[in-house]
């Protein structure tokens, strides 16, 4: 299969390139043109880039089918130009068991779309207590270790589970939240949380769980990925533990650059996230620290939710976004507010993710794997709920109009989606 | 920030929400037609046809005798057939959802829906989700808000004290889990009152409290100085031992209103309380039951309050 992506604007955030030319795939790699192509794509007018990375993306299965399936998850995915996807382990049961993982990368890859790395559970049941048996896992494919949204309570099982990671090389990716002073809030502790009379989660269930991170990664040594950063003091610890040479790396979640505690709104339960959206200068902490490099990519947090559990109050409500197909656009609001250039901007979600992934995808170039997004910046859209291929409609841009509409997704040299 | 969901768009009121939000000119002219319904409830016949064969639900998804039967009476005084639901005792049990349960009472021809939730925002996902012919009253969300009681802690002030310019009026207590504190908060800074005080430790005390435009003081004495109204807020048995709080004796001690403590106000000072009291806790008996407590014409005035926003969201006018 040889495919020929022809005029577009290429543009290769891993090396800067952003130029009119053509993309040749050969045999699911990104290659020379050779021969003639079996399908030719008709780019003009549109960007090219690799394909999207996303290290956070529920997929809802095994367990939750009933707000989504694996098949509408990577239609979504797809359709959002994401190439790549890490799933959390927080599936029922947890992805705590090799035979789990290999059951989800086999269905996952039956449907052809985009491929699927599973990231394991760092404690049995996700509850804290006993660790996985992260070598058989690792081997069964998952990439990293999780505790997903559950925080892990017990530091001492935290440094040995640290420990044992670091021992072998595994990466594990972990949300800085202390449980006890998170424990029944459902928003930032701030204003607004004290307007709406709403139990409040403290920027310091932050930073206090991160302070300790970064204690027992001083001491442990292991390879440690800081999931969804939320507040502007945690981002600055973040800052000074780079500095300082700590092998770390950041997330944040892509509505936590836009939004902020004030979109609460009266009580709109799709603004009810994990972590809570805080306020405004954490919020523009957040987007300023994804420009400078102290957060290395941006992850959609997808987290279909159905629609019952929205329509309860806020706090009752089950916390989450839809946000495979609102990467991109969203990317780019942020990239033109912060003034990047498109390849500067697109970097968040495709080299940057690839490289705490540890893989060849997110950049054009020969040899690379032939994942690849033909988008119109410009087209505008809106996200309404027939819109959105994913069957949790549940985003807090319901119904607005966003700019940057995929038109191609290309996994290993094979069109996958077009729009 | 969408528009507010209270106010239809001629900006009168549709739904009693919250007192945030609604303009002064609304507040004023609940407090006047409370007035000319105290009336009514001193007469020997209490009763007016406003409401008329409309039907009013109560719906407490959380337990309450005595805010519960002051909406009945008020409902009754206007003429309105009252259905008292105990909601929850009966369909959440069976894990019916809030929607739902409102959608049934709402094919049974309802015009008010009278609401108390234990989660804040509850009224306001109902109202959202009512016929443009239904209105919701919130009787007490989480701790979100307490709208009528707080137009029933403004109507009493204003009835002893005439004007809101230039008073000092203390709340004191559990700030952190009143939702009649946060109504009543925003009413006094609708109305222009100049000093509103907060006044409790710093575990019951929210966070950012002074972006509601109070100022807080820990300090029960500074707090209580030359204050012209002081609201005791009640305090939970749950709350009064853990965390939050060592003992029920030593909130007493540092926060209850004593006789001692109260001659730091005004000499005219008039004590509040939305009960039910804990005597000996947040209030000593010698205070609830001496010269400056209005507790108990508070409860006869909620109703004429509530007469009054029931008469204005429904009665057409």
């Given at each position: 299969m040889r495919l020929l992506i022809k005029g577009g604007r290429v543009v290769d955030p891993a090396s800067g390139r952003d130029a009119l030319g053509d993309v040749f795939v050969a045999?699911?790699?990104?290659?020379?043109?050779?021969?003639?192509?079996?399908?030719?794509?008709?780019?003009?007018?549109?960007?090219?880039?690799?394909?999207?990375?996303?290290?956070?993306?529920r997929l809802r299965e095994p367990g939750y089918e009933y707000k989504a399936t694996l098949e509408s998850e990577m239609e979504a995915a797809v359709a959002g130009g994401v190439t790549s996807l890490a799933c959390p382990p927080d599936t029922d049961p947890p992805l705590d068991e090799p035979g789990l993982v290999d059951m989800l990368r086999r269905r996952a890859k039956a449907l052809s779309r985009a491929r699927v790395y599973p990231v394991g559970a760092l404690t049995v049941k996700l509850a804290g207590k006993q660790l996985t048996e992260m070598a058989e896992?690792?081997?069964?494919?998952?990439?990293?270790?999780?505790?997903?949204?559950?925080?892990?309570?017990?530091?001492q099982v935290l440094w040995r589970a640290l420990q044992y990671a670091a021992t072998f090389g595994f990466p594990v990716w972990l949300?800085?939240?202390?449980?006890?002073?998170?424990?029944g809030g459902v928003a930032h502790d701030g204003e607004v949380a004290t307007r709406l009379g709403l139990a409040g989660i403290p920027a310091f269930a932050e930073t206090i769980a991160l302070a300790q991170l970064l204690e027992l990664v001083r001491a442990t040594g292991a390879r440690v990925h800081v999931c969804r950063i939320s507040s502007a003091a945690g981002v600055a610890m973040l800052r000074r533990a780079k500095h300082d040479g700590l092998p770390l790396t950041c997330d944040v979640g892509i509505h936590h650059l836009h939004?902020?505690?004030?979109?609460?709104?009266?009580?709109?339960?799709?603004?009810?996230?994990?972590?809570?959206?805080?306020?405004?200068?954490?919020?523009?902490?957040?987007?300023?620290?994804?420009?400078?490099?102290?957060?290395?990519?941006?992850?959609?947090?997808?987290?279909?939710?159905?629609?019952?559990?929205?329509?309860?109050?806020?706090?009752?409500?089950e916390p989450g976004a839809t946000g495979l197909e609102l990467l991109l656009p969203l990317a780019l609001k942020w990239g033109m507010e912060m003034k990047l250039t498109l390849a500067q901007t697109l970097a968040r979600i495709t080299s940057g993710p690839a490289r705490i992934l540890g893989v060849a995808s997110g950049r054009i170039e020969p040899g690379a794997p032939g994942d690849l997004v033909l988008f119109d910046p410009d087209a505008a859209w809106r996200a309404t709920s027939a819109a959105l291929k994913s069957q949790g409609k549940n985003t807090p841009f319901l119904g607005m109009e966003l700019a940057g509409r995929v038109r191609a997704t290309v996994v290993d040299g094979h069109v996958v989606h077009e729009a | 920030m969408p528009r507010n969901p209270q106010l239809n768009g001629n900006g009168e009121l549709q739904h009693l929400l919250s007192i945030e939000g609604l303009p002064r000119e609304i507040l004023v002219k609940i407090l006047d037609a409370a007035e000319s319904f105290v009336g009514v409830t001193e007469r020997d016949i209490k009763k007016v046809p406003l409401l008329r064969g409309k039907s009013v639900f109560?719906?407490?998804?959380?337990?309450?005798?005595?805010?519960?039967?002051?909406?009945?009476?008020?409902?009754?005084?206007?003429?309105?057939?009252?259905?008292?639901?105990?909601?929850?005792?009966?369909?959440?049990?069976k894990g019916e959802s809030l929607l739902d349960t409102v959608a049934n009472l709402s094919a049974m021809q309802a015009d008010i829906f009278v609401v108390r939730h234990g989660s804040s925002g509850a009224p306001f996902l109902v109202a959202r989700h009512v016929k443009p012919h239904e209105h919701v009253i919130n009787a007490g969300d989480g701790r979100h808000a307490h709208p009528t009681q707080g137009l029933l802690d403004l109507y009493t002030i204003r009835h002893y004290k005439k004007e809101f310019g230039g008073l000092v009026v203390a709340i004191v207590g559990d700030v952190l889990h009143s939702r009649v504190a946060r109504s009543l908060i925003h009413g006094l800074t609708t109305l222009g009152?100049?000093?509103v005080r907060v006044i409790g430790p710093q575990t019951l005390i929210p966070a950012g409290a002074s972006a509601l435009g109070v100022r807080v003081f820990h300090s029960m004495r500074e707090g209580l100085k030359d204050a012209d109204v002081v609201v005791m807020l009640r305090l939970q048995n749950e709350r009064m031992s853990g965390a939050l709080l060592p003992s029920a004796q030593e909130f007493n001690k540092h926060y209850g209103l004593s006789l001692e403590k109260l001659a730091l106000a005004r000499p005219d000072a008039i004590v509040m309380h939305p009960g039910p009291m804990n005597r000996g806790v947040e209030i000593d008996s010698s205070v609830a039951d001496g010269p400056h407590s209005v507790i108990l014409p508070q409860v006869t005035f909620g109703i004429s309050v509530r007469m009054a926003v029931m008469s204005m969201v429904a009665g057409g006018g």
């Open positions: 045999d699911g790699r990104i290659a020379q043109p050779v021969g003639t192509p079996d399908r030719t794509l008709d780019a003009r007018g549109l960007v090219v880039a690799p394909g999207f990375i996303d290290l956070a993306a896992l690792t081997e069964s494919g998952c990439v990293a270790f999780s505790q997903a949204n559950v925080a892990l309570a017990d530091t949300r800085a939240e202390d449980a006890w002073l998170a424990r939004l902020s505690e004030m979109d609460l709104g009266y009580f709109d339960s799709h603004c009810r996230l994990e972590p809570p959206l805080r306020s405004r200068r954490d919020r523009e902490a957040l987007a300023a620290a994804l420009a400078d490099g102290t957060i290395d990519c941006a992850v959609s947090d997808h987290t279909p939710v159905d629609e019952d559990q929205k329509l309860l109050p806020f706090g009752e409500a | 109560n719906l407490f998804f959380e337990g309450s005798t005595r805010t519960r039967t002051t909406f009945e009476i008020a409902a009754k005084r206007l003429s309105a057939d009252v259905i008292n639901l105990n909601v929850a005792a009966s369909s959440t049990a009152v100049p000093e």
